[in-house]
């Protein structure tokens, strides 16, 4: 298989970096991060000591590990390979006191949670889908939380959901992000994206993805080409369009109207 490694700085907010890498021998010395680091592993297992406790990383579940607090790694089984997705997320993330609760229980066994991850590795891959990545990253931010604080909730803002999506539908052709709409409306990101999927059922991403695609639907009927069809409507080219396009209704533009 061989070791590989790749790493970016996405540009999406509280995203520092994003790693994807296998290793067949590499094992990581003491070290701290000053971010926190979320670990997704793909194949193998990894084994790696947090404040002075052993644990162990492996698929179906997700690894936290909180800013400032040594940690090392090394394959579970000696010389088996492990591959692995990582996501650096800044210090603010998640409030200071998470820290030692993520440190004495940094595995997460949510399949949700998991599947949320992966969805923002996902989305992670293609600047186009940022918002998808941005609304992903929120979104784990409350998990997390109600799993480090058992109980923990969160308030319903009918009114900020409505103005959120008013903004949305003003800035429906603009790239624009949760952290610019939370700065405009004086809210949380977080909460943002919470009170819009609880009076909307649709996380915020999708609403204007939909939108997108409802535009470029009826550009494409009154004979507008694909790709111009595409700008038009928000869509970062051709093939970003097609995608959701497919997605959403089922056909890609060129047989839904050929």
Known sequence: MGDSVRAWHPGVPYVREVLHATFERHSYPSHTHADWTVLLIDQGAVTYDLDHTEHQAVPASITLLPP??????????????????VLYLSEDWLPAEA?????????????AMVTAVKGIHAALSSPADAMAAECGVLSLQSSVQSHLRPGFT?????????????????????????????????AHP?????AFSKAYGIAPYRYVTGRRVDRARR?????????EAAVESGFHDQSHLTRHFRRVLGTTPGTFAP
């Open 68 to 85: 400032h607090v040594p940690h090392d790694g090394r394959s579970a089984v000696g010389g088996e390979a492990f591959r692995k997705r």
């Open 99 to 111: 820290a030692d609760m993520a440190a004495s229980r940094p595995r997460l066994l949510d399949p």
């Open 154 to 186: 969160h308030t319903h803002d009918a009114p900020l959901a409505r103005r959120l999506r008013e903004l949305l539908d003003d800035r429906l052709l603009d790239s624009f992000t949760i952290a610019e709409a939370a700065n405009i409306l004086g």
């Open 190 to 194: 977080g909460h943002l994206v919470r």
């Open 219 to 227: 550009l494409l009927l009154d004979g507008v080409p694909a790709s």
